[in-house]
């Protein structure tokens, strides 16, 4: 079958990107569209206008020097998506985030997860879990450790926070974690949790206490605080919450939590020559709640498993998805106060 000719529109696109010195094909734009990454040519235009619209013309050239056949764009591609926010994009994002967070159960080869309360089903889900867990290694990190000896180096001092967490990733996390994600809070107590807890915390004990009596409290008075947690339901409720979701505010809580990371990031890029960046990111409560853990991440899957579940904890949790973006909106002003423009490849403005 032959190829069907270019259109002027997307030959005109190839000449720009070229002029700026940029290199792509009329083929490469096609399948760019194919994948969602940049919208139809209608869109390319304003209302009676015959220019392109600048982000278009951004978003290609980023698109240019990036994309290759056969590689992945990470999670470019979701905010390409999350910002153009049509129902055929928004389609495409709660169908990738989906199968990003349902991902630890197809390693595992767990096609479904097991229902029921009775000790076959409980026992389907520990026996899942544990094949979760498989040859997975417990990375040993403790960023805000780091963090402060390279603060020390440059003659600050960070603060500490007691009760922080160092490495979520602690091996006495794991297994009641896989459990977790898997049956929710019905196939794990609190005590068990806190017992995870004091492992991985063994100079946290009086903490450790203070939360074991919030529960307990909590549980005279008939509320189970544990069941009230945006991940009390596991990966199932999780899915629920981003298959469930209005398309808009899906594609706004990937934006914000894309953002958030990028920005966060480049900061982090300055942060060894300006160490008063760190002092000011750590003050902030945010830093506890989402920068420590999901913030700094890395490229590739564990990158866009932690977009997935910054973008889930953002349906599930407003309060917190408030406080996102107000952190977003503090880090936005640290960032100006510095001379390098960070543009953000998919968005209709810059960083």
Known sequence: MARTKPSPTHLALVQLIEALGGTATTTQVERWQQHGWIPKTSAWREAGSTKLRPEILHRALWLASTARAGRSIGWWGWV??????????????????????????????????????????????????????????????????????????????????????????????????ARLLLGGAADIGIEELLEALARAMPDNSEMIERIREAHRQ?????????????????????????????DRILCHAVHTCARATFVLKALMRYAPGEPEILVRLMEDVMWERWGRFAGVTPEGVPGLAALALDTFRCLADLDWAVELERYLVFMHTLLVAYPERLGFPADRTEA
């Open 80 to 177: 390409s998506w999350a910002v153009d926010d049509t129902p055929d994009s928004a389609q495409r994002l709660r169908g990738a985030l989906v199968a990003t967070l349902k991902r630890p159960m197809v390693r595992a080869g767990v096609e479904r997860i097991p229902t029921g309360n009775s000790n076959q089903a409980f026992q389907a889900r520990q026996d899942a879990a544990a094949r979760m867990l498989t040859n997975r290694r417990a990375p040993r990190r403790d960023l805000d450790e780091t963090l402060r000896v390279h603060a020390a180096e440059a003659g600050l001092e960070l603060t500490r926070s007691p009760e922080a967490l160092p490495n979520v990733f602690h091996p006495a996390l794991m297994d009641p974690g």
């Open 218 to 246: 909590a549980e005279l008075a008939g509320i189970d605080l544990l069941a009230q947690s945006p991940w009390a339901q596991g990966i199932s409720g999780m899915v629920r919450t981003v298959e469930r979701a209005d």
